[in-house]
């Protein structure tokens, strides 16, 4: 083989083992970066989940905070009306004998 040949199956040689070495990288990458983006899909989820789940324990103690307040207004509410209710029973009374005193 005279040397004009060598250079062209020795340059074709070099071209094939670097196309092929391109290839791998590039697969490589491809693969790598197909790993990265499943990672960042399950870590948006988890965290997606966490917020959820924050978000649901918030509105849970939000809601026992207003039935207790509701429940507090109640009781309030219903010892004023009977404490009320035992005022005008007792005025009530006492204007009774009032009157029956002056008849």
Known sequence: MDKTAQAVKQGTDEATK???NIQHKAASTAEQM???AKQMAGK???TAKDVSE???QTMEEAWGSAKDTAQKA????MGNAE???????QHAE???KNMNMKN
Do not use: I
């Open 94 to 96: 006492e204007v009774k």
């Open 18 to 20: 670097t196309g092929g």
């Open 34 to 36: 197909n790993q990265n």
């Open 54 to 56: 924050k978000a649901k």
């Open 74 to 77: 109640k009781e309030s509410l």
């Open 83 to 89: 404490a009320s209710k035992e005022t005008v029973k």
């Open 44 to 46: 948006v989820g988890e």
